[in-house]
């Protein structure tokens, strides 16, 4: 049974740092871990990701100021987060995609608030 956890969220002021974890359980084929996010009445929009392969991606709003660190042993990715602002206000979710498999896993979601 797959399992999909999230950490870290939390309330910070504007240009502060957040650092969010996932760590994925019972993986068993290539994947791909994604962070999205969503705020209540808009659509989940996609953060970045890595392949567990050490190629990472990031999305054009969080492009410098977001970092992604994979960790493929556990599988596991940590976000760090700096110079953030209020627009990244968001619940933010953790993905795991089972490619071959067609499968795609979810968190539970993360709260971060950024005041200004």
């Known amino acids: 049974q797959v399992q999909v956890v999230e950490s870290g969220g939390g309330e910070v002021q504007a240009g502060g740092s957040l650092r969010l974890s996932c760590v994925a359980t019972g993986i068993t084929s290539l994947y791909v871990m994604a962070w999205y996010r969503q705020v209540p009445g808009k659509q989940r929009e996609w953060v970045a990701s890595t392949d567990g392969e050490g190629t990472m991606k990031y999305g054009d709003s969080v492009k410098g100021r977001f970092t992604l660190f994979g960790d493929n042993a556990k599988p596991a990715m940590y976000l760090q987060m700096n110079s953030l602002r209020p627009e990244d206000t968001a619940v933010y979710y953790c993905?795991?995609?089972?490619?071959?498999?067609?499968?795609?896993?979810w968190g539970q979601g993360t709260q971060v608030t950024v005041s200004s």
């Open positions: 993905n795991v995609n089972e490619y071959y498999k067609g499968a795609s896993y």
